[in-house]
């Protein structure tokens, strides 16, 4: 076993170490073939501890909370222990240091996908969440709380571990804001992409990034198509349209023309880069025909410059 103390180091920059009054949150022992694959942290934030299952009438009830936060996950390459083997001491681990456990489950008892995009964890390729097996968990140790959460691809296992050293501020708050909205800077309800598009059928893909009047999707990660790749991924009969929709500014035609190239480039990416078939997506362009919001401000026209996804399956199994 190794012991990875990542804290340290992502809080120098903080002045938040030795000498400083700051209490180090847990630090996990793990299998040699562990290492770390994405970090992150905050000496401010607020942050959702999920506290129970995601269901349809309640959603998935949570504590919410601010202070100091740290993210870190782990990649256990060619290690072929189920989530539950990799948890398991894990958790043994945390219960030993004084931790209480608040709320755990696995998969189906948590809720399934909808359930894991509430959970705000680290990005891909970092944190690989497989939704038909992850395990997670909460915990408390007075003003200290975690998160961890365990999954697996086919060939290695994942651990995202994220402790927040804080104290109550609201047991009311709303989802991740990472997730899909229906309105972007409209203050839209933000909901998972599955009960997004299977109760509105439809939603806006956020942070999408192209260069002004081109049609190139420049490069990285996007949260919004890993959510829909994952939501594609479980549910392997929907079919879905994605529209591309601009600003109120030159014609029609080239506008639409426009919107349509984009709306193809998002779909080129979910293809390429996340393997969903290209006969379950579709791209057309609206051009400027459907704002969601006024375009006499800037900030309106940057908000109708969107793509938007449209569930186009008429029957799901």
Same mark, same amino acid.
């Given at each position: 076993m190794i012991c990875l103390r990542p804290a340290c180091a992502l809080l120098a920059v903080f002045g938040l170490c030795a000498g400083q009054a700051w209490a180090e949150p847990i630090q996990l022992d793990l299998p040699e073939d562990a290492s770390i694959s994405a970090s992150d942290s905050n000496p401010a934030t607020d942050y959702s501890l999920l506290t129970g299952p995601w269901t349809v009438k309640s959603r998935a009830p949570s504590r919410a909370l601010e202070g100091t936060r740290i993210d870190t996950a782990w990649r256990l390459r060619g290690n072929q222990q189920t989530t539950l083997q990799i948890l398991a001491p894990l958790r043994a681990q945390i219960e030993d240091a004084g931790y209480t456990v608040l709320y755990d489950c696995a998969t189906d008892a948590c809720g399934g996908f909808d359930f894991r995009y509430q959970l705000d964890l680290l990005p891909e390729p970092g944190m690989h969440i497989d939704l038909g097996d992850f395990l997670y968990l909460a915990a408390r140790k007075g003003p200290e709380y975690l998160a961890l959460t365990v999954s697996r691809s086919s060939n290695s296992g994942f651990v995202n571990l994220t402790t927040l050293s804080a104290g109550i501020v609201d047991a009311a708050r709303p989802d991740n804001p990472l997730q899909i909205t229906t309105g972007a800077s $409209? @203050?839209?309800?933000?909901?998972?992409? @599955?009960?997004?598009?299977? $109760?509105? /059928?439809?939603?806006?893909? @956020?942070?999408?990034?192209?260069?002004? /009047?081109?049609?190139?999707?420049?490069?990285?990660?996007?949260?919004?198509?890993? +959510?829909?790749?994952?939501?594609?991924?479980? +549910?392997?009969?929907?079919?879905?349209?994605?529209? @591309?929709?601009?600003?109120?500014?030159?014609?029609?035609?080239?506008?639409?023309?426009?919107?349509?190239?984009? +709306?193809?480039?998002?779909r080129a990416r979910l293809i390429s880069d996340y393997g969903i078939a290209p006969e379950r997506i579709d791209a057309q362009g609206a051009g400027w025909l459907a704002p969601i919001t006024t375009n006499l401000t800037e900030e309106g026209r940057r908000a109708n410059r969107r793509v938007e996804v449209v569930l186009t399956s008429t029957h799901l199994d």
């Open positions: $409209t @203050g839209a309800e933000k909901r998972p992409i @599955g009960t997004l598009l299977q $109760t509105e /059928g439809h939603g806006i893909l @956020g942070g999408l990034d192209f260069d002004s /009047g081109s049609d190139k999707l420049k490069p990285g990660s996007y949260d919004s198509l890993a +959510a829909l790749a994952d939501y594609l991924a479980s +549910a392997p009969d929907a079919t879905i349209a994605l529209v @591309g929709h601009t600003d109120m500014e030159g014609a029609l035609e080239g506008n639409i023309d426009l919107s349509k190239r984009r +709306a193809a480039a998002v």
